[in-house]
């Protein structure tokens, strides 16, 4: 039997549809490693970063995992002179998850979310089901009614 977490029991709790993905035995660690384990595009694949603007304020971002936060541009996206990551050491008591398996969904405090705009381009997206491990797989557009976020040009130009 699966293991549910809290993210697919806000999302059954919900009604939204999802596919779940366990990656747990294969050693992926980094993003293109579990995008590589679930056999999916990494530009399909994102990765939950939360950062805390200068007004104390932290903010989530949620970009391909093969990309990187440009925090000039995520600033700007939330009305910040500037963000930086919040602490390893932070993220537990802020979100209520650990490392590799922060979601975006059911974090302790509801904060200021931004997608990055490329995924509005899929059908859907694969984000961390709020454990390490585990992925879940949805509609994007499906997802704005336990999570209110926008899209926003949040990665470094390649």
């Known amino acids: 039997m699966e293991q549910k977490t809290n993210v697919m029991r806000i999302l059954d709790k919900a009604k939204i549809p999802y596919q779940a993905h366990n990656y747990t035995g294969t050693g992926a660690i980094s993003g293109p490693e579990v995008a590589a384990a679930l056999k999916q595009d990494p530009a399909r694949v994102f990765k939950t970063l939360v950062t805390v603007g200068k007004s104390r304020q932290p903010y989530v971002f949620v970009i391909p995992v093969c990309r990187e936060l440009d925090l000039k541009k995520a600033a700007a996206c939330v009305g910040e002179k500037a963000v930086d990551m919040l602490p390893q050491r932070d993220l537990l008591k802020t979100t209520g998850y650990i490392h590799g398996g922060c979601s975006p969904v059911g974090m302790k405090k509801a904060f200021p979310t931004v997608f990055d705009a ?41």
Do not use: W
């Open 118 to 158: 490329s995924a509005a381009a899929h059908d859907t997206i694969c984000f961390s089901g709020g454990k390490v491990g585990y992925q879940v797989e949805l509609n994007l557009n499906a997802l704005a009614s336990v999570l209110e976020f926008r899209l926003g040009d949040l990665t470094v130009e390649e």
